[in-house]
């Protein structure tokens, strides 16, 4: 029987406390628009709104933070996968890579989407409109091989 109040006890003690630890300021400042994407690179609509769909959340400033963004512990492991992904590509700070960089991340996001590694899987468990159909990467790989090969050979 004491076993079992203690267990109840530290049950709430621990719910009491995943409760109250504090959210991490999510990652949302303001990008200047004339470091972003489409301020000097023709995107076709269609892999713009792919983009848009599947990429921005993480990739971008343009981050749809959903409702459970503000619990405890969500907030804490979104926050984090915002970060990572801006760290590794990040769509509003575009014009700030060089060219040679912008082309090599745009080899790897033909790469990561034909693969199926983007969007990654638990991305698309709840944004199921995030999942990428065959003609989307096929127009996404197209850009971006065309969009490469321009920025390597001189284009800003």
Known sequence: MRARRVSIVVCVVLAIGVAAWSRPAL???????????????????????TLRRACFDCHSNETRWPWYSQ?????????????????????????????FDRAELLDKVCERAS??????????????????????????????????ARVVEGGS
């Open 27 to 49: 990652p949302d400042a303001a990008a200047d628009p004339s470091l972003a994407l489409s301020a000097r690179t023709t995107v076709p609509p269609r892999v713009m709104a």
């Open 71 to 99: 619990l405890p512990l969500a907030s804490h492991l979104l926050a984090r996968d915002v970060r990572g992904g801006r760290a590794q590509l990040d769509w509003s700070h575009w014009e700030e890579y060089n060219r």
């Open 115 to 148: 693969s199926g590694v983007m969007p990654p899987w638990q991305y698309r468990l709840v944004h199921r409109d995030a999942s990428l159909r065959a003609a989307d990467i096929h127009e996404l790989c197209a850009w971006a091989r065309t969009e490469s």
